[in-house]
C-alpha cells in the first residue's frame, strides 16, 4: 500500500503564496504521474497540476502563470508553488499518485488525507 503525506496548506491573504508538498512511501512499483487535485465545497474535484514520469507537467487554466511543479523535486514527491493566490483558489488540496506495475500493465491511484487551502478575503 502506498501512503501520501501532504504538508504546507494553511491560510493566506490574496497575493500571498504557498507551497504545498507531498511525500510517497510505501509498496510503489513505478510512479507514472503524481499531481494535485483539488475541491471546493460543494463543487467537482479538479485537476490542477501534474507531472508525469517524463517530466511533463500540466495545469488547468485558471493557474496557469501562478501554480508550478519544480522540476527538482526530491524522490517519490512532489511539489506545488503557488503565488499569487486569489480566493477561488480556496479548496482542500489533494496529492495524487498514478503508480504503475510495468510488467502488467496496471495502474493504481493512491490519494492524500487533502490539505486545506484558504485564501482569504
Known amino acids: 500500500q502506498v501512503q501520501l503525506v501532504e504538508s504546507g496548506g494553511g491560510l493566506v491573504q490574496p497575493g500571498g503564496s504557498l507551497r504545498l508538498s507531498c511525500a510517497a512511501s510505501?509498496?510503489?512499483?513505478?510512479?507514472?504521474?503524481m499531481g494535485w487535485f483539488r475541491q471546493a465545497p460543494g463543487k467537482q474535484r479538479e485537476l490542477v497540476a501534474q507531472i508525469t514520469s517524463a517530466g511533463t507537467t500540466t495545469y488547468v487554466d485558471s493557474v496557469k502563470g501562478r501554480f508550478i511543479i519544480p522540476r527538482d523535486s526530491a524522490k517519490n514527491t512532489v511539489t506545488l508553488q503557488m503565488n499569487n493566490l486569489k480566493p477561488e483558489d480556496t479548496a482542500v488540496y489533494y496529492c495524487?499518485?498514478?503508480?504503475?506495475?510495468?510488467?502488467?500493465?496496471?495502474?493504481?491511484?493512491?490519494w492524500g488525507q487533502g490539505t486545506q487551502v484558504t485564501v482569504s478575503s
Open positions: 510505501g509498496s510503489i512499483f513505478s510512479i507514472n504521474v
Open positions: 495524487y499518485l498514478r503508480d504503475q506495475n510495468k510488467s502488467s500493465s496496471s495502474f493504481t491511484a493512491y
